[in-house]
């Protein structure tokens, strides 16, 4: 372990002590009802009445003043450490530090939302959510600045709530990625409908690498348009059991314009080596999304297909047109938390490490596959060629297992096994070696 | 009606052997050097601006090659050349497997595409590998095309056989072996280099690549250090692990007769030429390549050089390597000089041939570096070349052995 790592594990922990501190002077919901409030007298002027500001520890550090406004600290630290067999790259190996962020949110007049947040690891482009948002009525809700666009079901879910270190492949292959925007979104009757529509101006630059930030999406270029709808059909049916009533089905589509040239989709494996080279491509990318989800209690059940294409128009030899590329992926995957606690809502333990309990513990298993290609048959052999009609299909299948441990609300410890396999092993990561096994651990702190 | 039918499949089958039979094409249709066909290449337009604007690069693009009826999609081309790069008339290099594994053309993997720049002539190459084959030695096909890019005639280019696996195979009747191209790089005549193996990477291993540096030219350092320390009296059993020195007098003797000044003992030291190591074995092959600066002197000394490198100044001093050599000169003299007809030899009426074949693609070509007056006036020195140059030679050779007698 190097000095780097031995003192960023420091900090990380020191971070946990901290917050583990804080967490034990105020008792936590599982053992009590939220604590009150805790007043601070602000500085008071001469001319005005003194402004009565609240603030709080729990579940993070915020200040309010009634309904008026509030402020909350937000963070995201975790750190990764990685084995592979075989290594492919020894960089791959090792600690790093995945996310390290800090951001504020806060909230004017019950209406009006906004969040910043930055990666201090990340010096090319720091901001991560910059945004406003208004909200009119639960129908209606009005976002801009800089946020993830609306588009899949594991693209929607934060990566410190996610069950696998990793995002899916065609999630962070495929989807639209964080880009300025404007959306409007809404709900109706808590989640039985929600509607998300926005507009983004993606600045994707395909020579830069942001794979690993898997919030970021896949490449998108100008102007992006990108929707998602989600229906809970059975949530009325008060009969039926919880896990069914919630089954949630979400579509979302995204249409954006790739630039001409050698920017067409691009096949990596969960450690962002290249198994599927990009192709000139020319005139629109088209993605679409159908997942289905069913939580209840301490399980869960997920699948997601999702399909992007590029078109290439006039990109054969000869400037003729081409069939278009396409990313085809989905997965499967279920979550059971053994220590039974609810995973409807964020994971709180039920008996936190050092308060009285061991934390929660929380098993999972994902089996997915990511596929590109050319979209149409052809009597042409396949082939490799950046401008060829019948693209040498590549995919990559991985099933990954997993266990977390939550040690508190805050801390959580992740491992996970994931083994890939490779269609063409002559274009797999190591040419010839067609299977991979990583190991992955991650200790995160979030709140 | 049994009649009838008897009647109509009488018809049939007499149509049917009275019809052009449906020839597949081959190799040997490809470099079928009596004959110029043409050669389409189809490119991405961008794709082709971009090899001529960065015509020094070797980067590959994806073309379909279409010739005498015969399509292969896929096929990777990239400029190549070292002198004869140009941005206007590229020199190629096509892959038939850069973009499709195991793809083929007429049974060849790759091919070389020469803009024959730097021979006003365009025939000395052709004509030398002809010349190499007509005396026993291995050497590369070769065939004259109408290179048409986009449906845009770019000119008169000899299409050759790479040094790649099926022609390894062909001659050697292996391809799994390592080989070697010699990367002209500076002025080197086989001089000892040293110890450290990657002063011998001029070597250039194109096949086995994956292999360590030692596998791959420490039998190299062993040959070249051998060719040069090697006591006198041991010097012929010391080599022969690493080559035979019979077959290497055969192939210098080949590039004098031809004049060659860019061959193994060329004015800038040693160039265009392969090495191939069997597998498993020691010994080193040669294999001659790039022949367009030849044919330069019909009185070229019949030992021009040969003292500037340490291997044929060695080597020859050997009686019966001499001797090789000189039998090799005067089998080549004699081959070009072989009667076809009344009064005509082969090399001249191969001269002739070709010039007729070609001069009509040589004055189309409108991106040749010379006039067709240098066409013409190149191939009139060819002319005299054939002429004049075996009985030079023989006449050179037997002044070994006799009172010396001018030689002109």
Redesign the interface.
């Known amino acids: 372990m190097t000095n780097v790592t031995r003192h960023c594990l420091a900090v990380l922990i020191s971070c946990w002590a901290t917050a583990t501190a804080a967490a034990q002077t105020l008792p936590g919901p599982a053992a009590a009802p939220a604590p009150a409030p805790t007043a601070l007298q602000l500085p008071t002027s001469t001319t005005a009445p003194a402004a009565e500001v609240q603030g709080r520890w729990y579940p993070r550090p915020r200040i309010n003043d009634g309904d008026t406004w509030s402020l909350e600290l937000r963070t995201k630290f975790q750190g990764d450490t990685a084995w592979l067999d075989p290594v492919i790259d020894p960089e791959d190996e090792g600690f790093v530090w995945r996310r390290r962020r800090i951001g504020i949110r806060g909230e004017v007049l019950n209406r009006v939302e906004f969040e910043i947040e930055r990666e201090f690891g990340d010096e090319e482009e720091p901001w991560r959510d910059v945004w406003v948002n208004l909200r009119v009525h639960d129908l209606l809700e009005l976002r801009g600045g800089k946020f993830k666009a609306p588009f899949g079901l594991d693209n929607s879910t934060s990566s410190s709530e996610h069950d696998y270190i990793f995002r899916s492949l065609g999630t962070r292959l495929l989807v639209p990625g964080r880009e300025v925007g404007g959306m409007v979104y809404g709900a109706v009757s808590r989640r039985r409908f929600t509607y998300a529509l926005g507009v983004f101006n993606a600045e994707a630059d395909p020579n830069t690498d942001g794979f690993f930030d898997d919030d970021q999406g896949g490449d998108n270029f100008d102007r992006t348009v990108s929707g998602r709808v989600t229906v809970q059909p059975l949530d009325s049916f008060g009969d039926l059991p919880r896990a069914v009533r919630n089954v949630e089905i979400g579509v979302s589509a995204a249409q954006s314009t790739v630039p001409l040239g050698k920017n067409g989709l691009r096949g990596r494996s969960v450690f962002g080596h290249e198994f599927f080279d990009r192709v000139f491509v020319n005139g629109d990318r088209r993605t679409v999304g159908f997942d289905i989800a069913a939580i209840g209690g301490p399980a869960s059940v997920k699948f997601e297909w999702i399909q992007s294409s590029d078109e290439r128009l006039g990109q054969g030899v000869g400037d003729v047109d081409l069939s278009k590329v396409f990313g085809r992926a989905w997965y499967v995957q279920g979550s059971w938390l053994v220590t039974g606690e609810d995973k409807e809502e964020n994971i709180v333990p039920k008996r936190p490490l050092l308060q009285g309990g061991f934390g929660a513990i929380e098993v999972m298993a994902r089996y997915e596959k990511m596929l590109f290609g050319s979209s149409e048959s052809s009597d042409q052999p396949p082939s490799t060629s950046p401008r060829g009609e019948n693209l040498a299909r590549n995919q990559d299948s991985v099933y990954t297992l997993g266990v977390s441990w939550h040690l508190n609300r805050w801390l959580k410890v992740q491992g996970n096994a994931i083994h890939e396999s490779f269609l063409d092993v002559a274009r797999a990561p190591i040419p010839g070696t067609g299977t991979y096994w990583s190991y992955v651990t991650r200790l995160q702190l979030a709140f | 009606m049994r009649a009838m039918f008897r009647v109509v499949l009488v018809t049939f089958l007499a149509m049917a052997a009275s019809a052009p039979a449906v020839r597949a094409q081959s190799a040997d249709d490809l470099f079928d050097s009596s004959t110029l066909r043409e050669m389409r290449l189809?490119?991405?337009?961008t794709?082709w601006t971009e090899l001529k604007a960065t015509f020094q690069e070797n980067t590959f693009y994806?073309?379909?090659l279409t010739w005498n009826g015969v399509t292969a999609?896929?096929v990777?081309i990239r400029s190549r050349g070292l002198g004869s790069r140009s941005p206007v008339k590229p020199g190629l290099l096509l892959r038939f497997d850069?973009?499709?594994?195991g793809?083929t053309f007429v049974g060849q993997s790759s091919l070389v595409l020469d803009n024959l720049t730097q021979d006003p002539s365009t025939m000395k190459e052709v004509l030398a590998m002809q010349l190499f084959r007509r005396v026993g030695l291995p050497a590369p096909r070769e065939a004259f095309v109408r290179l048409y890019v986009?449906n845009v005639y770019l000119g008169l280019y000899a299409v050759v056989e790479d040094v790649a696996g099926p022609y390894l195979q062909r001659n050697l009747g292996e391809s799994n072996g390592t080989l070697y191209e010699y990367d002209w790089l500076f002025t080197y005549n086989f001089d000892y280099l040293g110890s450290n193996l990657d002063n011998y990477r001029i070597f250039k291993a194109q096949t086995n690549t994956t292999r360590s540096t030692f596998d791959l030219y420490n039998p190299i350092e062993q040959m070249v250090r051998t060719a040069n320390e090697a006591p006198d009296e041991s010097f012929e059993s010391a080599i022969a692990p690493y080559l035979d020195l019979q077959a290497f007098a055969r192939h210098i003797a080949v590039e004098n007769f031809i004049s060659d000044d860019d061959g193994l003992l060329g004015f800038w030291g040693m160039n265009n030429f392969f090495l191939y190591k069997r597998e498993g074995g020691s010994r080193f092959q040669l294999i001659p390549w790039d022949k367009d600066y030849t044919f330069w002197r019909f009185n070229n000394d019949i030992f021009t050089r040969v003292d500037a490198s340490v291997l044929a100044r060695r080597a020859l001093a050997l009686p019966d390597v001499r001797q090789a050599y000189l039998d090799t000169l005067v089998a080549a003299a004699d081959s070009a000089d072989e009667p076809l007809d009344v009064g005509v030899t082969w090399l001249s009426l191969a001269v002739d041939r070709l010039a007729g074949l070609v001069q009509g693609a040589v004055n189309d070509d409108p991106n040749k570096p010379y006039t067709t007056a240098q066409f013409e006036a190149a191939v009139n020195g060819l002319r005299t070349f054939a002429t004049r140059r075996g009985p030079y030679v023989r006449c050179a050779v037997a002044n070994l052995s006799r009172t010396p007698v001018a030689c002109n």
């Open positions: 189809m490119v991405h337009s794709d994806p073309a379909d999609r896929n990777g850069r973009y499709a594994s793809q986009n």
